[in-house]
Structure formats: structure tokens, C-alpha cells
């Protein structure tokens, strides 16, 4: 009774009820703090790292494909030697990791005791590289976005305090990633949001809108410059039924892009022998680039020089025809490269496939149907709605699109044609190759 007494007492005085309130109060400052200063850290280093993989692409890319195009033998040699390389890298050096991509990052979110281990930073950075600057058909997006998703891993798991919030500071590395590539906070933020969170709080608001400003404040100090430079002034109204044809359109590419992957992994699943694989994708690999040069890597060099000549372009049945080839083999090319050991993903793809397929259909209009549209406009709304469709992320495909060229023009044509390219794409099949599961399938 006594014992009882006395409590009652201590809780009802005011003394003690405004310490444990200011005991509280702390508690929470604190940890505000640290996840101010660990979100600046994340922004930084995965931006850091984002920006340095892409300069050293660009720089090695430019080099490699400039050498292929004056003797095609290194076609021939560059795949089986890039993808030689990462097998034994991976084999011997990063732990005999298998290369599971984006389903790495969902792994570690939907599990407490599954966490992204310290050597994917490396390992995603150096075969993301090989891969694209060997002539791999992909882009270095997924490589830096599982690499920055590490980092914040990494963090989480440095202390206690932080482990509540494991989602949310794996999807500020990856926010800041993205802004790094695309130099957009906005797409870096709502792509961690539509893709690996799908839930907002208050602490992913938080670590998100640090992680992405300090990523865009280090590539406003390094002065980059827009990913895609060009001069869009214009849309007109009488294009809409035309946007709407390319977004059902964009939706059925992103389908056979993304069987197109499932597909052929599973198959090259199948093959026991590793470096089977790796001579078999070789061999598809370097007879695509033979036939069609703009397919090696990212791609981005053949969309900037399409996009120089977009209105120079005179349209013949040979060059329909080259463009159908390319468009029919870059989902296969792709595949072929990640089943055979390659590391990235389907963003480069997409871009690529909607750049291509945008002019493509500007083309044919203005030739055959004197529709009078403007073709860059095509290949702008045919990026983003590609890369929607492909990743089922409308809003990440607008900000990014129109953030990489610096032009926010095609705004509203850019949003209708995405929710279309996505709904289209959903209806006929409804995972992406970030959501597909075999057990799902069922």
C-alpha cells in the first residue's frame, strides 16, 4: 500500500511529469538530428557515386563503341570480354553474388533479417560499368540505384535508432541516385515512393527531400548540364488522337520488353554451364551490333543523334524498316545481356525504345498521313511513356523526362500519354520485372 502510495504520488506531481515529458522531447530532437545528418551523408555519397559512374561511362562508352565503329571485330570481342570479366569478378572478388537487380533492394525492405551487403556498392559500380562500356544492351540505372540502396542500408544498420527506418533511408539513397543520373529531385523522390516504398511518412519525407537536395546541390556545383539537350517550343491540340495512338502503342513495347526479359532469363536459367551463357549471349549480342551499331550500351549517344536530325530525317521504306529491326531487337538484346551476366536494367531500354518508336510514328504520320506533327515531341512523350509502362511509374517517367531535358513544355501531353502507356500495359499483362515473381504468375 505504501509502495503504491508513494507512486501515485510521483505520477501526480508536476515535477516528475514535466522531467519524463522532457526526457521525451530529447529523445525525439535527437533522433531528429541523427536522421538529418545520416540523410545528408546518404545524399551525398550516393549522389557522389552516381555522378562519378555515370561520368566514367560516358567518358569509356564514347571510346569503346567510337573504336568498334572503325574495326567490327572489337563487336565481336568487346561482349564476350566485358561479360568474361564481371562472371570471374563475381565468381572470385564480390562472394559469388548472384546479380538479382531491383529484387535485391525488395528483398532487404520486406525483411527485417535480409540486408543489402556492403560489397553491392562495389560490385554494382564496377559490373554496371563493364557492362554498358563492353557493349552491353542496358543502362547504368539500376547498377547505381541498388549501389546508392546499399549505401543507405549500410546506414541503417550503424545504429539502433535507425533501424525502424530501414525502408526509408534505402529509398533515400536510391531518391538521391536517380537525381544524380537524371538531375531530378522529383523523380528520384517519387520513383522511391511508386516503386519501393508505396507508403508515405513523415521520416521518408524527411530523409527523401534531404537526400535529394544534397544530390542536386553537388550537381549544381559540378555545373551538369541536362542529360538530353533540345528545343521543344510547341504542341498542338489536333496531336492529341495522335499521343494517344503512341501511348497504346508504348504500352504494347513495354510488354514485349519486359517478357521479352522474363522470357529469356528463364531460358538462360536452364543452361548449366556458365559460360555457356556467356558465349551464347555473346554470340546474339554481337550479331545485333553488327546489324544495328545504335544498340551498343546505353544507347543515349543514338537518341542524341536522332534527336540532332529528328527533322532531317527523310523517311524511306529502308529506314522504316531499320527502325522496326531496332525496336523489335533492343528488348531482346537487353534480355539477352542481363541473362548472360550483365548488370542494369530496363531504364536505358526504355528511354531508348520510346525515342526510337516516338520518331518512328512522327514519321509515318507526317509521310503517309500529312498529319504535320512535330517528331521531337514524339520522341520526348515516347521516352517517358515507355519507362512508364516498363516500370509501372507514371509520375517518375514525367518528372524524369521532362527534368532531363530541361523542358516542361510537354507537360500535360507527357501525363496523359504516360497513364495510357501504363494502363494499356497493366491490362495486358500486369507485372513489371521488378514485381514479377514465378509464384505470382500462377
Same mark, same amino acid.
Given at each position: 500500500? +505504501?509502495?503504491? $502510495?508513494?507512486?501515485?504520488?510521483?505520477?501526480?506531481?508536476?515535477?516528475?511529469?514535466?522531467?519524463?515529458?522532457?526526457?521525451?522531447?530529447?529523445?525525439?530532437?535527437? @533522433?531528429?538530428? @541523427?536522421?538529418?545528418v545520416?540523410?545528408?551523408?546518404? /545524399?551525398?555519397?550516393?549522389?557522389?557515386?552516381?555522378?562519378?559512374?555515370?561520368?566514367?561511362?560516358?567518358?569509356?562508352?564514347?571510346?569503346?563503341?567510337?573504336? *568498334?565503329?572503325?574495326?567490327?571485330?572489337?563487336?565481336?570481342?568487346f561482349p564476350?570480354?566485358?561479360?568474361?570479366? =564481371?562472371?570471374?569478378?563475381?565468381?572470385?572478388?564480390?562472394?559469388?553474388?548472384?546479380?538479382?537487380?531491383?529484387?535485391?533492394?525488395?528483398?532487404?525492405?520486406n525483411?527485417?533479417?535480409?540486408?543489402?551487403?556492403?560489397? #553491392?556498392?562495389?560490385?554494382?559500380?564496377?559490373?554496371?560499368?563493364?557492362?554498358?562500356?563492353?557493349?552491353?544492351?542496358?543502362?547504368?540505372e539500376?547498377?547505381?540505384?541498388?549501389?546508392?540502396?546499399? =549505401?543507405?542500408?549500410?546506414? !541503417?544498420? #550503424?545504429?539502433?535508432?535507425?533501424?525502424?527506418?530501414?525502408?526509408?533511408?534505402?529509398?533515400?539513397?536510391?531518391?538521391?541516385?536517380v537525381?544524380?543520373?537524371?538531375?531530378?529531385?522529383?523523380?528520384?523522390?517519387?520513383?522511391?515512393?511508386?516503386?519501393?516504398s508505396?507508403?508515405?511518412?513523415?521520416?521518408?519525407?524527411?530523409t527523401?527531400?534531404?537526400?535529394? *537536395?544534397? %544530390?542536386?546541390? +553537388?550537381?549544381?556545383?559540378?555545373?551538369?548540364?541536362?542529360?538530353?539537350?533540345?528545343?521543344?517550343?510547341?504542341w498542338?491540340?489536333? %496531336?492529341?488522337?495522335?499521343?494517344?495512338?503512341?501511348?497504346?502503342?508504348a504500352?504494347?513495347?513495354?510488354?514485349?520488353?519486359?517478357?521479352?526479359?522474363?522470357?529469356? @532469363?528463364? !531460358?538462360?536459367?536452364?543452361? @548449366?554451364?556458365?559460360?555457356?551463357?556467356?558465349?551464347?549471349?555473346?554470340?546474339i549480342?554481337?550479331?545485333?551490333?553488327?546489324?544495328?551499331?545504335?544498340?551498343?550500351?546505353? /544507347?543515349?549517344?543514338?537518341?542524341?543523334?536522332?534527336?540532332?536530325?529528328?527533322n532531317?530525317?527523310?523517311?524511306?521504306?529502308?529506314?522504316?524498316?531499320?527502325?522496326?529491326?531496332?525496336?523489335l531487337?533492343?528488348? =531482346?538484346?537487353?534480355?539477352?545481356?542481363? %541473362?548472360? /551476366?550483365?548488370?542494369?536494367?530496363?531504364?536505358?531500354?526504355?528511354?531508348?525504345?520510346?525515342?526510337? +518508336?516516338?520518331?518512328?510514328?512522327? $514519321?509515318?504520320?507526317?509521310?503517309?498521313?500529312?498529319?504535320?506533327?512535330?517528331?521531337?515531341?514524339f520522341?520526348?512523350? /515516347?521516352?517517358? %511513356?515507355?519507362?512508364?509502362?516498363?516500370?509501372? *511509374?507514371?509520375?517518375?517517367?514525367?518528372?524524369?523526362?521532362?527534368?532531363?531535358?530541361?523542358?516542361?513544355?510537354?507537360?500535360?501531353?507527357?501525363?496523359?500519354?504516360?497513364?495510357?502507356?501504363?494502363?494499356?500495359?497493366?491490362?495486358?499483362?500486369?507485372f513489371?520485372?521488378y514485381?514479377?515473381?514465378?509464384?505470382?504468375? #500462377?
Amino acid at each position: 500500500m +505504501l509502495f503504491q $502510495s508513494l507512486n501515485l504520488q510521483v505520477n501526480d506531481n508536476p515535477f516528475f511529469m514535466n522531467d519524463t515529458s522532457r526526457i521525451r522531447r530529447n529523445h525525439a530532437l535527437i @533522433k531528429f538530428k @541523427k536522421l538529418v545528418v545520416v540523410s545528408l551523408l546518404i /545524399g551525398f555519397l550516393s549522389a557522389f557515386l552516381g555522378v562519378v559512374l555515370k561520368k566514367t561511362t560516358e567518358y569509356y562508352e564514347e571510346i569503346f563503341f567510337r573504336q *568498334a565503329n572503325l574495326n567490327s571485330l572489337f563487336y565481336i570481342f568487346f561482349p564476350v570480354f566485358g561479360l568474361s570479366v =564481371i562472371y570471374f569478378l563475381r565468381e572470385y572478388i564480390f562472394k559469388k553474388g548472384e546479380n538479382k537487380g531491383f529484387k535485391e533492394i525488395f528483398e532487404s525492405t520486406n525483411s527485417k533479417s535480409k540486408n543489402l551487403p556492403n560489397y #553491392k556498392i562495389s560490385s554494382h559500380f564496377i559490373n554496371g560499368l563493364l557492362t554498358v562500356i563492353f557493349g552491353g544492351s542496358t543502362g547504368i540505372e539500376v547498377s547505381t540505384v541498388v549501389a546508392s540502396a546499399t =549505401i543507405g542500408s549500410v546506414a !541503417q544498420r #550503424k545504429e539502433n535508432i535507425f533501424r525502424q527506418y530501414k525502408t526509408e533511408l534505402i529509398c533515400a539513397g536510391v531518391a538521391a541516385g536517380v537525381t544524380a543520373l537524371f538531375g531530378s529531385p522529383i523523380a528520384g523522390i517519387l520513383f522511391a515512393l511508386e516503386v519501393i516504398s508505396k507508403k508515405v511518412t513523415r521520416v521518408f519525407l524527411l530523409t527523401n527531400m534531404i537526400a535529394t *537536395a544534397i %544530390a542536386f546541390g +553537388l550537381l549544381f556545383l559540378l555545373d551538369e548540364k541536362p542529360l538530353f539537350t533540345v528545343n521543344i517550343t510547341t504542341w498542338h491540340l489536333a %496531336a492529341i488522337p495522335y499521343f494517344i495512338l503512341l501511348g497504346i502503342l508504348a504500352g504494347l513495347n513495354s510488354v514485349y520488353l519486359t517478357r521479352c526479359v522474363l522470357i529469356i @532469363k528463364s !531460358q538462360f536459367s536452364k543452361i @548449366k554451364i556458365y559460360y555457356h551463357k556467356i558465349i551464347l549471349g555473346s554470340v546474339i549480342l554481337s550479331g545485333s551490333l553488327l546489324l544495328f551499331p545504335q544498340l551498343y550500351g546505353e /544507347g543515349y549517344l543514338a537518341i542524341k543523334m536522332i534527336f540532332l536530325n529528328s527533322n532531317e530525317v527523310p523517311l524511306t521504306f529502308t529506314l522504316i524498316f531499320t527502325f522496326i529491326g531496332i525496336l523489335l531487337l533492343k528488348p =531482346i538484346v537487353t534480355s539477352v545481356t542481363l %541473362a548472360s /551476366g550483365g548488370d542494369g536494367g530496363v531504364f536505358a531500354p526504355s528511354l531508348f525504345i520510346g525515342a526510337f +518508336l516516338g520518331l518512328l510514328v512522327a $514519321s509515318i504520320l507526317n509521310r503517309f498521313f500529312n498529319a504535320d506533327v512535330i517528331p521531337v515531341n514524339f520522341m520526348i512523350i /515516347g521516352m517517358a %511513356a515507355v519507362l512508364s509502362a516498363s516500370i509501372h *511509374a507514371p509520375f517518375t517517367a514525367i518528372f524524369l523526362v521532362c527534368d532531363s531535358t530541361n523542358n516542361y513544355t510537354l507537360f500535360f501531353p507527357i501525363l496523359m500519354v504516360c497513364l495510357i502507356s501504363k494502363f494499356t500495359a497493366k491490362m495486358i499483362y500486369p507485372f513489371t520485372v521488378y514485381s514479377f515473381t514465378p509464384s505470382l504468375a #500462377k
